[in-house]
């Protein structure tokens, strides 16, 4: 489902994809994140909107990131940098609500 704006000059439509993509890059920038749970690897450029859905309407959005945490980090903590951060970037570069972001944490990466 892709998000509609309409205005007095015309109508601009942003795919879920391209939202996820935001989010993905706000997350993989925030401290304590070991991965996505969509593999064993880091984000990369290439996948940052793995893990994210998106769901809104015209002009709110709902953003569920599912992420695989670094061992020891403060897990309420690391939570609220990503959802402060992908609200934000969300705002800022589409002009878009962002309603709530949902972290759902699957996973802790323990070195070895």
Same mark, same amino acid.
């Given at each position: 489902?892709?998000?509609?704006?309409? #205005?007095?000059?015309?109508?601009?439509?942003? %795919?879920?994809? $391209?939202?996820?993509?935001?989010?993905? *890059?706000?997350? #993989?920038?925030?401290?304590?994140?070991?991965? %996505?749970?969509?593999?064993? #690897?880091?984000?990369?450029?290439? #996948?940052?909107?793995?893990?994210?859905? $998106?769901?809104?309407? *015209?002009?709110?959005?709902?953003?569920?990131?599912?992420?695989?945490?670094?061992?020891?980090?403060?897990?309420? @903590?690391? %939570?609220?940098?990503?959802?402060?951060?992908?609200?934000? @970037? $969300?705002?800022?570069?589409?002009?878009?609500?962002?309603?709530?972001? *949902?972290?759902?944490?699957?996973?802790?990466? $323990?070195?070895?």
């Amino acid at each position: 489902m892709a998000v509609k704006i309409k #205005n007095d000059l015309g109508s601009l439509v942003i %795919s879920e994809s $391209v939202i996820a993509t935001i989010a993905g *890059n706000a997350a #993989n920038k925030c401290a304590g994140i070991a991965s %996505s749970t969509t593999g064993a #690897n880091f984000w990369s450029r290439e #996948n940052l909107s793995k893990g994210i859905k $998106v769901a809104g309407d *015209n002009e709110k959005v709902i953003i569920d990131v599912s992420i695989v945490i670094e061992y020891g980090v403060k897990i309420a @903590q690391v %939570s609220e940098n990503i959802m402060s951060s992908i609200s934000s @970037q $969300v705002k800022e570069f589409t002009g878009l609500e962002v309603e709530k972001v *949902n972290i759902l944490i699957e996973g802790i990466k $323990v070195d070895k």
